[in-house]
C-alpha cells in the first residue's frame, strides 16, 4: 500500500465528491427554501442522464455541446414540479411532503420504464475519451472535466445566491417568507425558480456523467442516497455544507474501499453520518 | 386534568356505537367463516397478504401516527423476524413459535440501540437515518456467510403439515387462521393502546413535544417506548412471512420496499388513527395486485405509475388519508396543519 | 342481515369467477422479471418462450428440431400448447403469488424464472401442489440440491460453468507450460452475483488455487475505484468478475482510467454478455473471457441457431438470441417434449416425462450434450463453452474441440488495444 496508491485513491474520491456536492447542492437549495425533500432527486438525475442520451441518440449531439440544452429542461422541468405538485404541499405535514416526493419518483421512475425500457444506455465513442497521467496518478479525463465543470457550477451557484439580488431575494424567502412577501419578494415564483435551479444543478452532473457512465432507469437511487446524506452531512439549507460534505462523503468511499474493506465502502459513509448527526445533530453548517 | 381525561375515555370511539359493533363483528365472524366457502387458494393469499400488511402497517403507524417519527427504514425488523426463526429453525431446529418471540426479542434490543442515539434526531435527520441504517443491515446481511449470504436462508419442506414446525403444505387455511389471529390480536392491541394512558402521552408528545414536556413527560422515554413497541409489533409478520414463502433473502426481506410500502398504506389510509393502516391495505393490496396481474404482464411498469399515481393524489386532495371521508377522529381532534 | 347476504354472495361469485381452462390444450404458465432492473433480460426470455410455441404449434421445415414438423403437440393429439405469462418483478413473495394464480388458473407445469431467489420460492409453491416446475436460466447450485421431486433444470448452475473455467485453467498451464495459480474474484452482492463469487472461492480452494483477493460491492454501484485499485496492487494471474450490464461497464472503463490490465479475465456471463457490450466499449473489450452456454457464432456448427435466431427477432423487437433467450428457448421446449412423451396433461405423467427425458445434443440450439435428468432434476449433459472477444465479436476459445479461435493471451493492456 504505497503513497502514490493512496493518492490515487485520494484523487479518485475528490473527483466524485465533486460530482455528489453538486447533486446535493440542488436538494439543499430546494430545501433551504421549502423545507421539502425532493425525494425524487436520484430521479431527476436520471431524467438529466436519459436527456442526455436522448441529445446525443437523436441529434447526434455529443453530451458536452448539449448541456445547455439539459440545463434548460430541467429547469422547465423543475418549474413544472413546483407547479403541478410542490404547490400544493407546502403548508402539509412533513410526513405527506415525503411521501408526494416518494410518489413523484416511482412515478417518474415507471414512467420512464415504459418508454425507454429497463435497459442500459451508454452514448459511444464521446469527445471526452482517455486518459491524463500525473505523475504516477491516473485520472480519466471524461472523470477529471466532469468533476471540474461540477465544482464550476457549484461556484457559479454560490456566488449567484450570495452575490445577485435575485439570489439574495431567495435567501431571503428561505429566511423568512412572509417577511419576504411583504417586501415584495413573491414566494411562489421564488420557490420555482428554486426548483429551476436546483434540477439546473443536477442536469449539469447528469449530463457530465454520461460521458462515462452508462444511464437506465434505475441509475438514480445510489446516487440520490449519496446526496441525501451529503445534504444531512452538510447540513440542510447551507450550500457550502454540501460541497464539504461531498468532498467527505467521496474520499470516504474511496480511502475506506481501499484500505479497509470495498465491500463495505457504503457502510463507512453511513457510519460517518451517524456519528455527525449524533454529536453535532444539525450537520456541519445546518441551521438547526 | 383528570377530569377532562376520564371525559375523553368515556367518549364514544363512533358516533353510533352499536350499528359499527355489529358490522364488525359481523366481519370478523365471516372472515373466521371465509375457508369454509371454498375459495380458492388464491383469495386465500389475497387476504393474508391483507392481514399481514395491515399489521405492518399498524406497526409503523405508532412510531409515526402516535408519536410523530418518520422512520423510512422500518422494513428492517421484518427482516429480523424473518431471518430470526428461519436461523433457529434452520440450524437448531427450534420451532419457529419460540423463533417468533426470539425475533420480537432481537428487534426490541435494536430498537433500542437505534432509538436511544436517533430519536433525538429532528424530522428529516431521522427519517434519513432510518433509511440508511436499514440498508446498511441489507448489506451487512448479503456478506454475512452464517446466515447464508446473498442466498439468504431456505427452510427445508417438510413432508407433512405441522403446527410444530409453523409450515403447512398441503393448503393455506392453516396460515390464513394464523394470520388472522395476529391481525385481530394486534388490532386489539393497538386500539387498548390509543385508548390507554401510553397512547395519550405518545400523541402529547408527537403533537407538542415542548408542552408535553413541561408537562412533565419525558419525551425521549416515551419515543423510544413507542419505537420498541411498533419493533416487536413488526418482528412477527417478518417471521411468519419466513414460515409462509419458506425462502427468505436479503433482497426480499431487507428491501426498502417493505418499509415504503407500509408508509404508503399508511398514509393512504390516515396516519395516527387505528382504522387507517387497514383501510388503506383493504384499498392498495388489491389494486397492487390487481394492477400486476392485468397491467404489469406486458412489462410496461403500469402498475407502478398507478402507484406513484395514487400516492401524489392522496398527498395532494387527501393528506388525513381516505379515512378522512369516513369520520373525523375524536380522540385527534387537534389536526396540527 | 341483509349486508351479510349480500357480502356472502359477493364472495363466492368472486370465487366463481376464474375461468376454468379447457383441458385439451396444454397451459403452462411462465413467470420472468418485466419490470426492474433485468426487465430487458425477462422480455427477451418471454420472446424466447413464445418463439418456442411458434415452432411447437405450427409447421416448420426445421430438420433435428423436435416438435417442429407438426401443428401442435402430436402426442396429444395435435393439442396445442399455450402460455399465461407473469411478472414477478424479481421478488420471491411477487413469484409465489404469480404462481398461486396461475395454479389456480389451471396451468400443467410452471416456467421461468431467470432470478434464483424466485425460483427457489416458486418451485415450493409447485412442489406442495405436485405440479413441475421446469427452469432452464437460472444458476444457483443450490436449486437442485433440496431433494425437490417436481423441479428440473435444463440448464447449467455456476458451479458447473466455474467447472468449466477451472477446466480450462488448469488445460492452460498443463498446454502451455504456464503457472496461473493466483486468482482474483469480484463479484456483484446479489443472490446471483454473491453465489457466483462463493462457488469460485470454494472450488478454488478445492482444485488448490489461491484467492489472493476477493471482493464483493453493491450492485449498480457508483464508483470502482478503490475496487480496481486493490486489484491493480494484488495483480492476480486471473480475475473472475460476476457483473451486471452497468457494472461490467463501470469496472472496464475504471480499469482503463487506472491502468489496471489483468493477464486474463473470465467473467461468468450476465454483464459480459449483453447484447450491447461489445457495441457500447467497441475496442476496450478486446480480450475479455466468458463464459456462456450460448455464442451465435456456434451457428457454424450448428445451422437450427439461424433459423431459430429469424423466428425470434419476431418476437424480440429485432433483437438477436443470446445467453438468457437461448436457454429459455432449450429449457421450454425441452419441458414440451417431455409433455408429449408422456401424452397427457397429467402432473404426475409429466413428470415422468420429464424424469425419462433423453433428448440428443444436435435437436439442441445450445451445445449441450442433451437433455437428460440426474436423480437431483439437474440436466446432467449440460456444457458450455469459454469465449474471447477478437477483433469485436465473441470467439469460442474452449473447449479446445468446439473452439473457433485460439487464445489470445495475456490479455491485449489497454494502449494496444
Given at each position: 500500500?504505497?503513497?502514490?496508491?493512496?493518492?490515487?485513491?485520494?484523487?479518485?474520491?475528490?473527483?466524485?465528491?465533486?460530482?455528489?456536492?453538486?447533486?446535493?447542492?440542488?436538494?439543499?437549495?430546494?430545501?433551504?427554501?421549502?423545507?421539502?425533500?425532493?425525494?425524487?432527486?436520484?430521479?431527476?438525475?436520471?431524467?438529466?442522464?436519459?436527456?442526455?442520451?436522448?441529445?446525443?441518440?437523436?441529434?447526434?449531439?455529443?453530451?458536452?455541446?448539449?448541456?445547455?440544452?439539459?440545463?434548460?429542461?430541467?429547469?422547465?422541468?423543475?418549474?413544472?414540479?413546483?407547479?403541478?405538485?410542490?404547490?400544493?404541499?407546502?403548508?402539509?405535514?412533513?410526513?405527506?411532503?415525503?411521501?408526494?416526493?416518494?410518489?413523484?419518483?416511482?412515478?417518474?421512475?415507471?414512467?420512464?420504464?415504459?418508454?425507454?425500457?429497463?435497459?442500459?444506455?451508454?452514448?459511444?465513442?464521446?469527445?471526452?475519451?482517455?486518459?491524463?497521467?500525473?505523475?504516477?496518478?491516473?485520472?480519466?479525463?471524461?472523470?477529471?472535466?466532469?468533476?471540474?465543470?461540477?465544482?464550476?457550477?457549484?461556484?457559479?451557484?454560490?456566488?449567484?445566491?450570495?452575490?445577485?439580488?435575485?439570489?439574495?431575494?431567495?435567501?431571503?424567502?428561505?429566511?423568512?417568507?412572509?417577511?419576504?412577501?411583504?417586501?415584495?419578494?413573491?414566494?411562489?415564483?421564488?420557490?420555482?425558480?428554486?426548483?429551476?435551479?436546483?434540477?439546473?444543478?443536477?442536469?449539469?452532473?447528469?449530463?457530465?456523467?454520461?460521458?462515462?457512465?452508462?444511464?437506465?432507469?434505475?441509475?438514480?437511487?445510489?446516487?440520490?442516497?449519496?446526496?441525501?446524506v451529503a445534504v444531512a452531512l452538510g447540513g440542510f439549507g447551507s450550500i457550502i455544507g454540501c460541497l464539504y460534505a461531498g468532498i467527505i462523503i467521496?474520499?470516504?468511499?474511496?480511502?475506506?474501499?481501499?484500505?479497509?474493506?470495498?465491500?463495505?465502502?457504503?457502510?463507512?459513509?453511513?457510519?460517518?453520518?451517524?456519528?455527525?448527526?449524533?454529536?453535532?445533530?444539525?450537520?456541519?453548517?445546518?441551521?438547526? | 386534568?383528570?377530569?377532562?381525561?376520564?371525559?375523553?375515555?368515556?367518549?364514544?370511539?363512533?358516533?353510533?356505537?352499536?350499528?359499527?359493533?355489529?358490522?364488525?363483528?359481523?366481519?370478523?365472524?365471516?372472515?373466521?367463516?371465509?375457508?369454509?366457502?371454498?375459495?380458492?387458494?388464491?383469495?386465500?393469499?389475497?387476504?393474508?397478504?391483507?392481514?399481514?400488511h395491515s399489521v405492518m402497517a399498524q406497526s409503523w403507524n405508532v412510531i409515526a401516527g402516535f408519536s410523530g417519527q418518520i422512520s423510512l427504514g422500518?422494513?428492517?425488523?421484518?427482516?429480523?423476524?424473518?431471518?430470526?426463526?428461519?436461523?433457529?429453525?434452520?440450524?437448531?431446529?427450534?420451532?419457529?413459535?419460540?423463533?417468533?418471540?426470539?425475533?420480537?426479542?432481537?428487534?426490541?434490543?435494536?430498537?433500542?440501540?437505534?432509538?436511544?442515539?436517533?430519536?433525538?434526531?429532528?424530522?428529516?435527520?431521522?427519517?434519513?437515518?432510518?433509511?440508511?441504517?436499514?440498508?446498511?443491515?441489507?448489506?451487512?446481511?448479503?456478506?454475512?456467510?452464517?446466515?447464508?449470504?446473498?442466498?439468504?436462508?431456505?427452510?427445508?419442506?417438510?413432508?407433512?403439515?405441522?403446527?410444530?414446525?409453523?409450515?403447512?403444505?398441503?393448503?393455506?387455511?392453516?396460515?390464513?387462521?394464523?394470520?388472522?389471529?395476529?391481525?385481530?390480536?394486534?388490532?386489539?392491541?393497538?386500539?387498548?393502546?390509543?385508548?390507554?394512558?401510553?397512547?395519550?402521552?405518545?400523541?402529547?408528545?408527537?403533537?407538542?413535544?415542548?408542552?408535553?414536556?413541561?408537562?412533565?413527560?419525558?419525551?425521549?422515554?416515551?419515543?423510544?417506548?413507542?419505537?420498541?413497541?411498533?419493533?416487536?409489533?413488526?418482528?412477527?409478520?417478518?417471521?411468519?412471512?419466513?414460515?409462509?414463502?419458506?425462502?427468505?433473502?436479503?433482497?426480499?426481506?431487507?428491501?426498502?420496499?417493505?418499509?415504503?410500502?407500509?408508509?404508503?398504506?399508511?398514509?393512504?389510509?390516515?396516519?395516527?388513527?387505528?382504522?387507517?393502516?387497514?383501510?388503506?391495505?383493504?384499498?392498495?393490496?388489491?389494486?397492487?395486485?390487481?394492477?400486476?396481474?392485468?397491467?404489469?404482464?406486458?412489462?410496461?411498469?403500469?402498475?407502478?405509475?398507478?402507484?406513484?399515481?395514487?400516492?401524489?393524489?392522496?398527498?395532494?386532495?387527501?393528506?388525513?388519508?381516505?379515512?378522512?371521508?369516513?369520520?373525523?377522529?375524536?380522540?385527534?381532534?387537534?389536526?396540527?396543519? | 342481515?341483509?349486508?351479510?347476504?349480500?357480502?356472502?354472495?359477493?364472495?363466492?361469485?368472486?370465487?366463481?369467477?376464474?375461468?376454468?381452462?379447457?383441458?385439451?390444450?396444454?397451459?403452462?404458465?411462465?413467470?420472468?422479471?418485466?419490470?426492474?432492473?433485468?426487465?430487458?433480460?425477462?422480455?427477451?426470455?418471454?420472446?424466447?418462450?413464445?418463439?418456442?410455441?411458434?415452432?411447437?404449434?405450427?409447421?416448420?421445415?426445421?430438420?433435428?428440431?423436435?416438435?417442429?414438423?407438426?401443428?401442435?403437440?402430436?402426442?396429444?393429439?395435435?393439442?396445442?400448447?399455450?402460455?399465461?405469462?407473469?411478472?414477478?418483478?424479481?421478488?420471491?413473495?411477487?413469484?409465489?403469488?404469480?404462481?398461486?394464480?396461475?395454479?389456480?388458473?389451471?396451468?400443467?407445469?410452471?416456467?421461468?424464472?431467470?432470478?434464483?431467489?424466485?425460483?427457489?420460492?416458486?418451485?415450493?409453491?409447485?412442489?406442495?401442489?405436485?405440479?413441475?416446475?421446469?427452469?432452464?436460466?437460472?444458476?444457483?447450485?443450490?436449486?437442485?440440491?433440496?431433494?425437490?421431486?417436481?423441479?428440473?433444470?435444463?440448464?447449467?448452475?455456476?458451479?458447473?460453468?466455474?467447472?468449466?473455467?477451472?477446466?480450462?485453467?488448469?488445460?492452460?498451464?498443463?498446454?502451455?507450460?504456464?503457472?496461473?495459480?493466483?486468482?482474483?474474484?469480484?463479484?456483484?452482492?446479489?443472490?446471483?452475483?454473491?453465489?457466483?463469487?462463493?462457488?469460485?472461492?470454494?472450488?478454488?480452494?478445492?482444485?488448490?488455487?489461491?484467492?489472493?483477493?476477493?471482493?464483493?460491492?453493491?450492485?449498480?454501484?457508483?464508483?470502482?475505484?478503490?475496487?480496481?485499485?486493490?486489484?491493480?496492487?494484488?495483480?492476480?494471474?486471473?480475475?473472475?468478475?460476476?457483473?451486471?450490464?452497468?457494472?461490467?461497464?463501470?469496472?472496464?472503463?475504471?480499469?482503463?482510467?487506472?491502468?489496471?490490465?489483468?493477464?486474463?479475465?473470465?467473467?461468468?456471463?450476465?454483464?459480459?454478455?449483453?447484447?450491447?457490450?461489445?457495441?457500447?466499449?467497441?475496442?476496450?473489450?478486446?480480450?475479455?473471457?466468458?463464459?456462456?452456454?450460448?455464442?451465435?457464432?456456434?451457428?457454424?456448427?450448428?445451422?437450427?441457431?439461424?433459423?431459430?435466431?429469424?423466428?425470434?427477432?419476431?418476437?424480440?423487437?429485432?433483437?438477436?438470441?443470446?445467453?438468457?433467450?437461448?436457454?429459455?428457448?432449450?429449457?421450454?421446449?425441452?419441458?414440451?417434449?417431455?409433455?408429449?412423451?408422456?401424452?397427457?396433461?397429467?402432473?404426475?405423467?409429466?413428470?415422468?416425462?420429464?424424469?425419462?427425458?433423453?433428448?440428443?445434443?444436435?435437436?439442441?440450439?445450445?451445445?449441450?450434450?442433451?437433455?437428460?435428468?440426474?436423480?437431483?432434476?439437474?440436466?446432467?449433459?449440460?456444457?458450455?463453452?469459454?469465449?474471447?472477444?477478437?477483433?469485436?465479436?465473441?470467439?469460442?476459445?474452449?473447449?479446445?474441440?468446439?473452439?473457433?479461435?485460439?487464445?489470445?493471451?495475456?490479455?491485449?493492456?489497454?494502449?494496444?488495444?
Amino acid at each position: 500500500m504505497t503513497i502514490e496508491i493512496i493518492l490515487q485513491a485520494i484523487v479518485a474520491g475528490l473527483i466524485m465528491g465533486l460530482i455528489y456536492a453538486l447533486i446535493a447542492a440542488g436538494l439543499s437549495l430546494i430545501f433551504g427554501l421549502m423545507e421539502i425533500v425532493n425525494f425524487a432527486h436520484g430521479e431527476h438525475l436520471m431524467l438529466s442522464m436519459f436527456t442526455s442520451f436522448w441529445l446525443w441518440s437523436l441529434l447526434g449531439l455529443d453530451p458536452l455541446f448539449s448541456v445547455p440544452i439539459t440545463i434548460l429542461l430541467m429547469a422547465v422541468c423543475g418549474v413544472v414540479t413546483h407547479y403541478m405538485l410542490i404547490r400544493y404541499i407546502l403548508k402539509a405535514k412533513m410526513l405527506i411532503q415525503i411521501c408526494a416526493t416518494f410518489g413523484l419518483s416511482i412515478f417518474i421512475r415507471s414512467v420512464a420504464q415504459l418508454l425507454w425500457t429497463p435497459d442500459y444506455r451508454n452514448v459511444e465513442n464521446p469527445l471526452m475519451e482517455g486518459r491524463i497521467e500525473l505523475g504516477t496518478i491516473y485520472v480519466g479525463q471524461p472523470q477529471l472535466f466532469a468533476s471540474l465543470i461540477c465544482l464550476l457550477a457549484f461556484m457559479g451557484l454560490y456566488w449567484f445566491v450570495t452575490k445577485t439580488e435575485t439570489g439574495l431575494a431567495l435567501q431571503a424567502t428561505a429566511q423568512d417568507r412572509h417577511a419576504a412577501e411583504i417586501l415584495g419578494i413573491p414566494s411562489d415564483k421564488m420557490f420555482a425558480l428554486g426548483w429551476a435551479i436546483g434540477l439546473g444543478c443536477v442536469a449539469v452532473a447528469g449530463s457530465m456523467m454520461m460521458n462515462y457512465f452508462a444511464v437506465f432507469t434505475d441509475v438514480g437511487i445510489n446516487f440520490a442516497l449519496f446526496a441525501f446524506v451529503a445534504v444531512a452531512l452538510g447540513g440542510f439549507g447551507s450550500i457550502i455544507g454540501c460541497l464539504y460534505a461531498g468532498i467527505i462523503i467521496g474520499l470516504v468511499e474511496s480511502l475506506g474501499g481501499l484500505l479497509i474493506d470495498p465491500s463495505f465502502k457504503l457502510l463507512y459513509v453511513f457510519a460517518i453520518y451517524l456519528l455527525v448527526v449524533i454529536y453535532r445533530p444539525q450537520g456541519l453548517f445546518g441551521r438547526y | 386534568m383528570l377530569d377532562k381525561l376520564s371525559l375523553a375515555k368515556k367518549e364514544p370511539v363512533w358516533k353510533n356505537n352499536n350499528k359499527v359493533l355489529y358490522f364488525l363483528g359481523s366481519t370478523v365472524l365471516l372472515l373466521f367463516c371465509l375457508p369454509f366457502f371454498n375459495v380458492n387458494s388464491f383469495y386465500l393469499h389475497l387476504f393474508i397478504m391483507i392481514f399481514m400488511h395491515s399489521v405492518m402497517a399498524q406497526s409503523w403507524n405508532v412510531i409515526a401516527g402516535f408519536s410523530g417519527q418518520i422512520s423510512l427504514g422500518h422494513g428492517l425488523f421484518f427482516g429480523i423476524g424473518a431471518y430470526a426463526t428461519s436461523f433457529l429453525f434452520t440450524e437448531y431446529g427450534i420451532t419457529p413459535w419460540i423463533g417468533i418471540i426470539f425475533g420480537m426479542f432481537v428487534s426490541g434490543i435494536i430498537a433500542i440501540l437505534i432509538g436511544i442515539p436517533m430519536l433525538r434526531l429532528h424530522g428529516h435527520y431521522f427519517a434519513i437515518a432510518t433509511l440508511l441504517i436499514a440498508i446498511g443491515f441489507s448489506l451487512v446481511f448479503r456478506r454475512w456467510d452464517l446466515v447464508g449470504a446473498a442466498s439468504g436462508l431456505w427452510i427445508p419442506i417438510l413432508p407433512t403439515d405441522s403446527w410444530v414446525a409453523l409450515q403447512f403444505n398441503s393448503s393455506k387455511v392453516p396460515y390464513y387462521y394464523i394470520f388472522l389471529a395476529f391481525f385481530l390480536v394486534t388490532f386489539l392491541l393497538s386500539w387498548l393502546l390509543s385508548r390507554s394512558k401510553l397512547g395519550y402521552r405518545l400523541r402529547a408528545v408527537r403533537d407538542d413535544p415542548q408542552a408535553a414536556s413541561s408537562l412533565c413527560i419525558n419525551v425521549s422515554h416515551y419515543k423510544i417506548i413507542a419505537y420498541v413497541i411498533s419493533a416487536i409489533m413488526m418482528a412477527p409478520m417478518g417471521s411468519l412471512f419466513a414460515q409462509y414463502i419458506l425462502v427468505i433473502d436479503p433482497a426480499t426481506v431487507f428491501n426498502i420496499e417493505i418499509s415504503i410500502v407500509v408508509l404508503l398504506i399508511t398514509v393512504l389510509g390516515g396516519v395516527g388513527n387505528i382504522w387507517g393502516p387497514l383501510l388503506g391495505t383493504v384499498i392498495l393490496i388489491p389494486i397492487s395486485e390487481y394492477t400486476r396481474i392485468y397491467f404489469g404482464g406486458t412489462g410496461g411498469a403500469v402498475d407502478l405509475i398507478l402507484y406513484g399515481l395514487i400516492l401524489m393524489l392522496i398527498c395532494v386532495f387527501r393528506p388525513n388519508g381516505l379515512i378522512s371521508f369516513f369520520h373525523r377522529n375524536v380522540l385527534d381532534r387537534k389536526q396540527k396543519r | 342481515m341483509k349486508k351479510t347476504i349480500i357480502t356472502i354472495l359477493s364472495f363466492l361469485s368472486l370465487v366463481c369467477l376464474p375461468a376454468m381452462g379447457l383441458a385439451k390444450d396444454v397451459k403452462i404458465g411462465v413467470i420472468y422479471p418485466l419490470t426492474g432492473s433485468s426487465a430487458q433480460i425477462g422480455k427477451d426470455a418471454v420472446a424466447a418462450v413464445n418463439t418456442a410455441l411458434d415452432i411447437i404449434n405450427n409447421k416448420h421445415d426445421i430438420p433435428g428440431m423436435p416438435l417442429a414438423e407438426n401443428e401442435g403437440l402430436s402426442g396429444l393429439n395435435g393439442a396445442k400448447v399455450s402460455i399465461v405469462v407473469g411478472d414477478h418483478t424479481g421478488k420471491p413473495d411477487v413469484g409465489v403469488s404469480e404462481t398461486e394464480k396461475m395454479l389456480n388458473d389451471g396451468v400443467h407445469a410452471m416456467y421461468g424464472a431467470y432470478f434464483s431467489s424466485v425460483v427457489a420460492a416458486a418451485s415450493t409453491v409447485t412442489e406442495r401442489a405436485g405440479i413441475p416446475f421446469v427452469n432452464g436460466d437460472s444458476a444457483s447450485p443450490k436449486l437442485t440440491s433440496r431433494g425437490l421431486k417436481y423441479f428440473f433444470r435444463v440448464g447449467p448452475h455456476d458451479g458447473m460453468f466455474t467447472q468449466l473455467m477451472f477446466e480450462f485453467i488448469q488445460d492452460f498451464n498443463k498446454k502451455n507450460n504456464a503457472n496461473l495459480n493466483t486468482l482474483g474474484i469480484l463479484h456483484e452482492d446479489t443472490l446471483w452475483g454473491s453465489d457466483s463469487g462463493s462457488t469460485q472461492n470454494k472450488m478454488a480452494k478445492e482444485q488448490g488455487l489461491k484467492v489472493i483477493e476477493k471482493i464483493s460491492y453493491k450492485a449498480s454501484t457508483t464508483t470502482l475505484t478503490s475496487e480496481v485499485q486493490r486489484l491493480k496492487a494484488k495483480d492476480p494471474d486471473v480475475l473472475l468478475p460476476s457483473q451486471y450490464t452497468a457494472d461490467a461497464f463501470l469496472f472496464l472503463n475504471t480499469a482503463k482510467e487506472l491502468d489496471y490490465n489483468p493477464k486474463l479475465l473470465i467473467a461468468q456471463n450476465a454483464g459480459y454478455v449483453d447484447p450491447t457490450f461489445i457495441s457500447t466499449l467497441g475496442d476496450n473489450a478486446e480480450g475479455v473471457i466468458s463464459r456462456s452456454p450460448f455464442n451465435t457464432d456456434l451457428a457454424k456448427t450448428i445451422p437450427m441457431i439461424g433459423t431459430i435466431n429469424e423466428v425470434f427477432k419476431k418476437y424480440s423487437g429485432g433483437r438477436d438470441l443470446s445467453d438468457v433467450p437461448a436457454r429459455a428457448f432449450t429449457g421450454f421446449m425441452a419441458l414440451a417434449v417431455a409433455i408429449n412423451n408422456a401424452g397427457s396433461t397429467d402432473p404426475d405423467k409429466i413428470r415422468e416425462g420429464l424424469v425419462n427425458l433423453d433428448i440428443p445434443g444436435e435437436a439442441l440450439i445450445v451445445p449441450y450434450r442433451g437433455v437428460k435428468f440426474g436423480p437431483d432434476g439437474q440436466n446432467d449433459a449440460v456444457r458450455g463453452v469459454l469465449m474471447q472477444v477478437q477483433n469485436g465479436k465473441y470467439c469460442t476459445v474452449y473447449p479446445y474441440e468446439l473452439a473457433a479461435c485460439d487464445l489470445v493471451y495475456p490479455m491485449p493492456t489497454w494502449d494496444k488495444k
